[in-house]
C-alpha cells in the first residue's frame, strides 16, 4: 500500500500562483509514476500531469506552459508548482501514484480556488 498526502492548496486570485505538494509513503519502491489529476464540480476527473520515477513529464494541453510537475525522490514528493491560474483550474486536485500491477492510488484531494 502507498499513502498520500497532499497539501498547498487554497484560494488565489486569477493570475496568481500556488505550489502543490504531495508525500508518499509505504511501499514506496513499487511507485512508478507519480501525478496530478482534478476534478471540477460536474465534470470527471482529468489527468493534469504526471512524473515517471526517470523524471519524464506530461502534461494536458490545458496546463502547458502554466504549471510544471517536479519529483524529489529523497523526499518521496511531487510538487505541482501552477503559475497564471485561471479561474478555469478551480477544481480539486488529487495526487496519485502509479504502483504498478494496476494498482494506483490517490490521495484525499485537496481544493484550489481561482476567483476575484
Known amino acids: 500500500q502507498v499513502q498520500l498526502v497532499e497539501s498547498g492548496g487554497g484560494w488565489v486570485q486569477p493570475g496568481g500562483s500556488l505550489r502543490l505538494s504531495c508525500a508518499a509513503s509505504g511501499r514506496i519502491d513499487s511507485i512508478n509514476a507519480m501525478g496530478w489529476a482534478r476534478q471540477a464540480p460536474g465534470k470527471q476527473r482529468d489527468l493534469v500531469a504526471l512524473?515517471?520515477?526517470?523524471?519524464?513529464?506530461k502534461y494536458a494541453d490545458f496546463v502547458k506552459g502554466r504549471f510544471t510537475i517536479t519529483r524529489d525522490n529523497a523526499k518521496n514528493t511531487v510538487y505541482l508548482q501552477m503559475n497564471s491560474l485561471e479561474a478555469e483550474d478551480t477544481a480539486v486536485y488529487y495526487c496519485?501514484?502509479?504502483?504498478?500491477?494496476?494498482?494506483?492510488?490517490w490521495g484525499q484531494g485537496i481544493q484550489v480556488t481561482v476567483s476575484s
Open positions: 512524473i515517471t520515477s526517470f523524471g519524464n513529464s
Open positions: 496519485f501514484a502509479d504502483g504498478g500491477y494496476g494498482n494506483v492510488y
